[in-house]
């Protein structure tokens, strides 16, 4: 591999008014040719350490849970001091872009990605800089829900609240289909509520009573100069707000429904919705992947976002719930899909001549042993309500009121004849449908109902296989040990790379 170069570019905020440039350095030196773009570019030869980056699914040798946002670092020369006047950049949340080629490859067309990540910080020592780096879902690490109520009413008028009411706190948001919410009260006067922009307000409960809802509002004048009817309420859907005609007696609640269709409010929709919201461009997330996990599950989900809550812990709730994952490819394009057992045509064939290093792990996520129950709690009630209810609330609603969540379940007890410790695997979700959760259950019991293994393996690995084998990706494993002398299929759920050294540590499950 001596002929294989790779180049940095590092993009550095040079003052204080956000002015960037474009650091160039390579494992060798390169200049780009006077007809390439950018002509005539000079990649100084410090890149040390190309790249080493860690990243999984979920977190260590889990196949489910939160997601982790990927770390690593990479390593520039500087025994001369050169680049001690780059300690005055800013590096913290700007782009870093590696890419791998053949010496003298043309300029960019001979060259690949090798990932693309984001900057938190650079160390400098006596002989080098380090920058440390972190995968794109880092810039998902930060609160959905960014627009704040001015509290400058000036009742009657106004959608803002009161500096005493709700001043300061986030306008709320719902993706898909949400039961009970509670919405904010923004206007004190006309008792005018708010639910984020929405493709209806199904209902809305006083002290868990159904109010009577009249027509909808074409605008926002109407809907201020109009009030509803006592005991009604009337939606102004595209603003986002329902009007009470009449002072509640109790907790407002609300079921609402956004999404034009129904199509638009599966798992797969909502991470597309939510990662648009926190400013990750339509072009760098991956169609084809939408598209093949709504196949998998084109189920109605729901979540109700009224606090601080950041990107990415919505969508790991909406993932969960359909048992997907998401992240960023080494291309800084956002995937996902389910984690399905392997199958298919494999990205990558490993063998024992490619290991230096094959270790058989147990799964820390309790799906060590098989589980002969899968429980799924899905229909999520916004706003538990035990007390306080109207006297109109039948027993069937009051029960459903007072839970937060209804259970699925699906069971296999001949599991345990094999293994008697084996457990129960329980998912919280936000699944809508008892019907889909039935479903999910099933598929969870049968993913989970047999033994899975869990390998760690070290690779010496081209850097064509560097660049194909990724998180999600479906590998072949034959070895001489362990029973894999015949092969097995393995997904990638944990992938660590040393571009230095050409070399993976993969973390395999199947």
């Known amino acids: 591999m001596a002929d294989h170069v790779y180049l940095a570019e590092i993009t550095a905020a040079i003052d204080g008014a956000g002015t960037t440039t474009v650091l160039r350095y390579g494992t060798e030196g390169h200049i ?48 001369d001091g050169a680049l001690d006047a780059l300690a005055g950049y800013g590096f913290d949340g700007q782009p870093l872009v590696v890419l791998t080629g053949p010496r003298g490859a043309p300029y960019p067309s001979g060259w690949t990605v090798a990932f693309t990540g984001t900057m938190e910080s650079a160390e ?18 930060k609160p959905v829900l960014q627009t704040l109520y001015a509290g400058n009413n000036s009742l009657p008028n106004g959608l803002e609240g009161t500096a005493d009411n709700i001043k300061g706190q986030p306008k709320p948001r719902a993706y898909g289909s949400v039961f009970n919410v509670s919405p904010p009260l923004v206007n004190t006067s006309r008792l005018i509520y708010e639910t984020g922009s929405c ?14 809802k009249g027509a909808d509002y074409s605008s926002q004048s109407d809907m201020e100069s109009n009030a509803p009817a006592a005991g009604n309420f009337r939606v102004w859907p595209a603003g986002g707000y329902f009007r009470l005609g009449s002072s509640p007696a109790g907790q407002i609640t609300a079921d609402v429904t956004q999404g ?47 606090d601080t809550s950041t990107a990415v812990q919505i969508m790991d709730a909406v993932a969960a719930s359909v048992g997907a994952w998401y992240g960023f490819d ?22 024992q001549h490619d290991t230096i290093g094959l270790e058989r792990v147990t799964a820390s996520d309790g799906t060590a042993l098989p589980i002969w129950r899968a429980i799924v709690n899905h229909a999520r009630n916004w706003t538990p309500q035990s007390s306080d209810l109207a006297g109109s609330v039948g027993d069937a609603r009051k029960a459903w009121l007072t839970e937060g969540t209804r259970v699925s379940k699906a069971e296999n007890s001949s599991v345990k ?75 990638v759920i944990g992938v660590t790379t040393d571009y230095r050294t050409n070399r993976l540590e993969l973390t395999l499950w199947g």
């Open 32 to 79: 780009t040719a006077p007809g390439e773009t950018p002509p005539n570019a000079f990649y100084d030869p410090r890149l040390r350490q190309p790249g080493s980056l860690a990243r999984n699914l979920f977190s260590d040798r889990t196949t489910s849970g939160a997601s982790r946002i990927g770390y690593g670092e990479i390593t520039l020369i500087n025994n």
């Open 199 to 212: 493709k209806s307000v199904d209902a809305v409960y006083d002290r868990g009573a159904a109010l009577t």
């Open 330 to 351: 080494r291309s800084g394009r956002l995937r996902m899909g389910r984690l399905d057992a392997p199958a298919g045509t494999p990205a990558g064939a490993l063998d």
């Open 417 to 491: 004849a094999k293994h008697k410790l084996a457990g129960e695997l329980t998912r919280d979700t936000l699944l809508v449908a008892s019907a889909d959760a039935d479903t999910e259950a099933a598929r969870l019991l049968a993913l989970y109902a047999v033994d899975r293994e869990v390998y760690r393996c070290k690779v010496e690995a081209s850097p064509a296989l560097c660049s194909a084998i990724d998180l999600g990706a479906v590998v072949s494993l034959t070895h001489n040990r362990f029973g894999l002398t015949g092969g097995k299929l393995f997904r």
């Open 124 to 141: 400098f020592t006596a002989t080098e800089v380090i920058i440390r780096l972190r995968d794109r879902l880092a810039e998902l690490d």
């Open 260 to 306: 034009a269709a129904a199509g638009n409010r599966t798992a797969a929709q909502l991470l597309k919705q939510i990662a648009l919201d926190a400013g990750i461009a339509a072009g760098d997330i991956v169609a084809a992947d939408v598209a093949a996990l709504d196949a998998l599950n084109s189920a109605a989900v729901g979540v109700w976002v009224s």
